[in-house]
């Protein structure tokens, strides 16, 4: 049986651009860019409405403000 020698030279390096992994990566990047920027375009022309506001102001159920204390007599 014979041994497989090892390569007397390293492996020779491949440019990043021919590399498949890397042109997927920097699609994915582009495209999440552009679809950023195309949700701020869209969004800018429409008109945020204010939300009516209850009578007593609470948020997630918790008072905005502290009752008055109780008048001691």
Do not use: N, T
């Given at each position: ?6 390569p ?17 990566g920097?699609?994915v ?17 429409y ?6 506001m ?7 159920g918790?008072?905005a403000h502290?009752?008055p ?5």
């Amino acid at each position: 049986m014979q041994r497989m020698k090892p390569p007397s030279s390293p492996p020779a390096r491949i440019a990043w651009y021919r590399v498949p992994v890397v042109w997927l990566g920097i699609l994915v990047f582009a495209a999440s860019i552009v679809g950023c920027i195309w949700i701020i375009v869209a969004s800018v022309q429409y008109r945020d409405e204010p939300l009516p506001m209850p009578a007593a102001h609470s948020v997630l159920g918790v008072p905005a403000h502290p009752h008055p204390a109780p008048a001691s007599s």
